[in-house]
C-alpha cells in the first residue's frame, strides 16, 4: 500500500497541473471575449446612431448627410514606458523600425487575433508592410458565425514598400491616385491572389499622405463596415490625428524598453475628445486583466 503512494501523489499533481493549464485557457478566452464584446457594442451603437442621422436627413433635405465610414479600431501593444517596437541602427547609420518585437505575453496574441476576427480588413501602414511582412489574417482564434478572413490592407501613398514576398493574401493596397495610375499601366503583377488596388486622394496639408478619411470611404465602396488599425506608429498617430477612430484597445506589458524603443504617438497633437488638462480621455474605459498583460479598451471621444 504505501509503494502505491508515490504514484497515487504523482497523478494528484498531474490533475493539479491540467486543471491549472485549463483554468488559463478559460481565463484567456474569457478575457478575450470581454474585449470583443465591448467592442461588438460600440459597432452596433454607431450602425444605430448613423440610421437614425439617416432618418432625420429624410426630413430635412437641407442638411448634409451623415458622413458614412467603417467602424474603425486602433489597437496595438506597448511597453510601460509607452513603446511599441524597437529602432535598430545598421552600419550605415540607418534606422529600421519594428514593431514585431515581442513585448505582449501569448495571450495578447489571441487578442490580437480574436480582434481580427471580427472585423473586415486589418489596415497596416507601408513602414510596417515593408520590415514585418505580416500576413494579417486569424490563425490562432476559431472564426465563426460565419465570417471570412479580414482582408489585409496596407496604406502606401507611392507604393513602394510592399515586399516582392508579400504574405499577405487578396491585399488591398490604398495608395495615390497617381501610384494607381501607374500600376494599372505597368500590369507587370500577375499572381495568383491579386492585389486591389485603391486610388485615394492625398492630403495637400501633410506632405502628400493619403487622405484617411478618402481611404475609408473607399474601402466602405468595397463593402468593407469596420477595420481593425495595427499600425505601425505612423499610422496609429494619423488615424488619432485625423480623429478617425471608434474604439481604443491597448495592450500594457510589464517590460521596459527604453531609448532603442519606438514611441505609439510622438510629436502628434491629438484631436478627439481632449481633456482641460491636455490629452485625450477614453470614455467609458474598461480594465482586463489578460496573462501577465493588462488591456485598457474605450471609445475614442470625437469632438
Same mark, same amino acid.
Given at each position: $500500500? #504505501?509503494? &502505491? ?11 493539479? /497541473?491540467?486543471?491549472? &493549464? +485549463? ?9 478575450? /471575449? ?22 432625420? %436627413? ?10 458614412? /465610414? ?7 501593444? %506597448? ?25 505582449? @505575453?501569448?495571450?495578447?496574441?489571441? /487578442? ?12 497596416? @501602414?507601408?513602414?510596417? $508592410? ?6 494579417? +489574417?486569424?490563425?490562432?482564434? +476559431? ?5 471570412? %478572413? ?8 507611392? $507604393? ?5 514576398? &508579400? ?5 488591398? =493596397? ?15 503583377? %500577375? ?8 486610388? &485615394? ?5 501633410s506632405n502628400n499622405h493619403l487622405d484617411l478619411g478618402h ?7 468595397e463593402g468593407i463596415q469596420s477595420v481593425m488599425v495595427e499600425? @505601425? ?21 510589464p517590460k521596459l524598453i527604453g531609448l532603442n524603443g519606438l ?7 491629438? =484631436? ?6 491636455? @490629452? =485625450?480621455?477614453?470614455?467609458? #474605459? ?18
Amino acid at each position: $500500500m #504505501p509503494l &502505491c503512494l508515490p504514484l497515487q501523489i504523482q497523478l494528484l499533481l498531474l490533475i493539479c /497541473l491540467f486543471a491549472a &493549464c +485549463n483554468c488559463d485557457e478559460i481565463s484567456t478566452k474569457t478575457s478575450t /471575449l470581454k474585449v470583443l464584446s465591448y467592442v461588438e457594442t460600440l459597432k452596433t451603437s454607431k450602425a444605430q446612431a448613423l440610421s437614425h442621422c439617416a432618418a432625420g %436627413q429624410s426630413e430635412e433635405l437641407s442638411d448634409p448627410a451623415p458622413r458614412r /465610414l467603417p467602424f474603425v479600431t486602433i489597437t496595438y501593444a %506597448q511597453s510601460i514606458d509607452g513603446k511599441i517596437g524597437l529602432i535598430e541602427k545598421k552600419g550605415n547609420g540607418v534606422e529600421t523600425r519594428s514593431s514585431n518585437f515581442p513585448i505582449s @505575453g501569448p495571450e495578447s496574441l489571441v /487578442l490580437t487575433h480574436a480582434l481580427r476576427s471580427v472585423h473586415d480588413a486589418v489596415i497596416v @501602414g507601408s513602414g510596417t $508592410m515593408k520590415v514585418d511582412n505580416p500576413r494579417l +489574417n486569424v490563425r490562432h482564434w +476559431n472564426v465563426t458565425d460565419g465570417r471570412q %478572413q479580414p482582408r489585409p490592407v496596407v496604406i502606401d501613398t507611392h $507604393m513602394k514598400n510592399i515586399p516582392a514576398d &508579400c504574405r499577405a493574401d487578396y491585399l488591398i =493596397v490604398c495608395c495615390s491616385e497617381a501610384a494607381a495610375a501607374k500600376y494599372k499601366n505597368k500590369q507587370s503583377h %500577375q499572381r495568383d491572389k491579386p492585389w486591389k488596388i485603391l486610388g &485615394c486622394r492625398t492630403s495637400i496639408d501633410s506632405n502628400n499622405h493619403l487622405d484617411l478619411g478618402h481611404v475609408l470611404e473607399r474601402l466602405r465602396d468595397e463593402g468593407i463596415q469596420s477595420v481593425m488599425v495595427e499600425g @505601425g506608429a505612423s499610422t496609429l498617430s494619423s488615424f488619432a490625428r485625423a480623429d478617425l477612430v471608434d474604439a481604443f484597445v491597448v495592450t500594457i506589458a510589464p517590460k521596459l524598453i527604453g531609448l532603442n524603443g519606438l514611441n505609439a504617438f510622438s510629436g502628434v497633437s491629438l =484631436v478627439g475628445g481632449e481633456s482641460s488638462s491636455g @490629452g =485625450v480621455d477614453l470614455l467609458n #474605459p474598461i480594465i482586463v486583466s489578460l496573462g501577465r498583460d493588462v488591456v485598457i479598451v474605450g471609445e475614442w471621444p470625437h469632438k
